[in-house]
């Protein structure tokens, strides 16, 4: 009898962008990093992207921001919004905010959104077909002691969702360094194979597994829905600029309302506007806005 050769589970995209090793990763990890080099943007890029989310940090909060010093002034935030650090029932205050809904912000932010190899592996985790935008935000830190508390915020994007879980991403994220990640300057940590827990963290355990991603600016970190993490204080001057994509199955309610509120004008105005229109779930048939079904008509 004649064997054939085993059937992986790895889509075209995957092996036309040689990213088998990343994928492997995903699987045992939980957590891959693709080094700049590999992602298909290039440093000019990462560097235009950091001085517009510094503009935007800007415009948003009323004084600049600089990557080697931080906030010119000083800034205060209500601890009671430490939201990820109030899951642990840890009280402080944030050194960081979010800028979100991106993609309406800059044509950069959009043409990462769309990004081949974020999006090839990403589509491994969640389904070629099913996956969608969830959310575009960027995190915006600088020096500061408390971070998220002694817990490290440690949690998994889809902790919402009811168990049990099974081994396909329910959502899965991708968080671009726009800096430089190292432990001391404020990483992401994650403890690796806790995706394959099919469960939300556990204390003291998730920190004490943690490990820090360190990572030059330009790196994409990928991970699955499931996997641990958190992240460490920036214990050094300057700041951590990160930009998170994050993903979800059809099925999963996304976090930005992009199918009725993106406009639709500036989807198309990017790398890849078909996909770009595909992931913001505009021809979705869910959820319904309108009588869709048929119905009888009176016989005359
Ligand atoms: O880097 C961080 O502060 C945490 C990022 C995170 O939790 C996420 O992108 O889901
Ligand atoms: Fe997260």
Known sequence: MQRSS????????????????????????????VPPEQTGVDEETIKAIAERLLLEAE????????????????????????????????????TQFLLQQLCARDRLFRDLAVNRVALALIRHLIGHAATRFSSHNAFVKWQGEFGYGRNLGMHCDQIAVPRPWGRNALTANTNWCITDYSLEEGALVYVPGSHRRTEPPRFPEAVELAVPVEAPAGSLIVFHGATWHGAVP?????????????????????????????????????????????????????????QTERIPRLVQ
């Open 234 to 290: 920036r214990a050094v001057e300057g700041m951590r600029l990160s930009i998170a994509n994050y993903f979800r199955h059809y099925m999963i309610l996304p976090q930005d309302d992009i199918k009725n509120l993106f406009p639709r004008e500036l989807a198309d105005d990017c790398d890849d506007p078909d996909t770009f229109n595909l992931l913001a779930g505009f021809a979705d048939e869910f959820p319904y806005s309108q």
């Open 59 to 94: 415009e948003t909060v009323g004084c600049s921001f600089d990557l080697a010093e931080g906030p010119a002034a000083e800034v205060t935030m209500n601890a009671d919004e430490n939201v990820i650090a109030d899951l642990s029932g840890d009280h402080g205050e944030p």
């Open 6 to 33: 085993p059937k992986t589970r790895l889509s075209s995209e995957i092996e036309e962008l040689k990213l088998e090793s990343f994928v492997l990763q995903l699987e045992v990890d939980g957590l891959c990093v």
